[in-house]
C-alpha cells in the first residue's frame, strides 16, 4: 500500500507560478513510476505528465511541456510539478499516482486503469 498526499493548490491569479507536492508515507515511493493528472470541472481526468523511478526519464502531455515541470526527490519520499504561467484552463483537481514499472521504464503515457495507486487530490483555481 501507498499512500500519497497533495499539497500547494490554492487560488491564484492568471500568469503565476505555483508547486505542487504529493508526499508518500512509504518508503517504497523510490520503487514507483509517479504521475500527475488532472480532472477540469465537468471533465474526465487526464494526464498531465510522468517520471520514472530514479527521477531521469519524464514525459508530458503535449500541450503542457512547455510549462509544467514534474520531479521527485526519493531521499523526501516527494513528487513535485512545478506549473509556471497559469491560465484559467488550467484550474482542475491535481491528482498524484503511482505505477509500478521494472527497470526504471515509465509509460508514455499512464492510463488511468494502469495506476496502482491514487491521492485524494489538490484543488488548483486560476482566475483572469
Known amino acids: 500500500q501507498v499512500q500519497l498526499v497533495e499539497s500547494g493548490g490554492g487560488l491564484v491569479q492568471a500568469g503565476v507560478s505555483l508547486r505542487l507536492s504529493c508526499k508518500s508515507a512509504?518508503?517504497?515511493?523510490?520503487?514507483?513510476?509517479m504521475a500527475w493528472f488532472r480532472q477540469p470541472p465537468g471533465k474526465e481526468r487526464e494526464f498531465v505528465a510522468t517520471?520514472?523511478?530514479?527521477?531521469?526519464?519524464?514525459f508530458y502531455e503535449d500541450s503542457l511541456k512547455d510549462r509544467f515541470t514534474i520531479s521527485r526527490d526519493n531521499d523526501l519520499d516527494t513528487l513535485y510539478l512545478q506549473m509556471n504561467n497559469l491560465n484559467p484552463e488550467d484550474t482542475a483537481v491535481y491528482y498524484c499516482?503511482?505505477?509500478?514499472?521494472?527497470?526504471?521504464?515509465?509509460?508514455?503515457?499512464?492510463?488511468?486503469?494502469?495506476?496502482?495507486?491514487w491521492g485524494k487530490g489538490t484543488q488548483v483555481t486560476v482566475f483572469s
Open positions: 499516482a503511482a505505477y509500478y514499472e521494472a527497470n526504471n521504464r515509465l509509460r508514455s503515457p499512464p492510463n488511468i486503469p494502469g495506476i496502482d495507486y
Open positions: 512509504q518508503r517504497t515511493f523510490s520503487s514507483y513510476a
Open positions: 517520471i520514472n523511478a530514479v527521477g531521469r526519464k519524464t
